[in-house]
């Protein structure tokens, strides 16, 4: 099982830029793919990216160019540094960790964090 704890949220205007952390705790010895999903009121749940335990990383296509996902130097931990943000990234962003084989945008993930608001308004 791994804790996950994201931070890092806030309200930044449109153009701006955010970094999101995440850390997280488990008592395995298990490698994860680990990412970042978010939804919107009124919206379906998206991958935003994610990171294999050997860096491969993968980005929804909104956001390709702008985001940035990344592993820290703590293990099970990660950052997404988000730039050029627009309204339509305003969501609440989930941390997510799965131990299985497969690491994609558009996987299930067996855990997730409690999810940390970002608001792009001006």
């Known amino acids: 099982e791994v804790q996950l704890v994201e931070s890092g949220g806030g309200l930044v205007q449109p153009g701006g830029s955010l970094k999101l952390s995440c850390v997280g705790t488990t008592s395995t010895s298990s490698s994860y793919c680990m990412g970042w999903f978010r939804q919107a009121p009124g919206k379906e749940r998206e991958g935003v990216a994610v990171i294999d335990f050997d860096g491969t990383t993968r980005y929804a296509d909104s956001v390709k160019g702008r985001f940035s996902i990344s592993h820290a130097n703590a293990k099970h931990t990660i950052d997404l540094q988000m730039n050029s943000l627009e309204p339509e990234d305003t969501a609440m962003y989930y941390c997510?960790?799965?131990?299985?084989?497969?690491?994609?945008?558009?996987?299930?993930?067996?855990?997730w964090g409690q999810g940390t608001q970002v608001t792009v308004s001006s």
């Open positions: 997510v960790a799965d131990a299985g084989w497969e690491c994609s945008t558009t996987m299930e993930f067996d855990y």
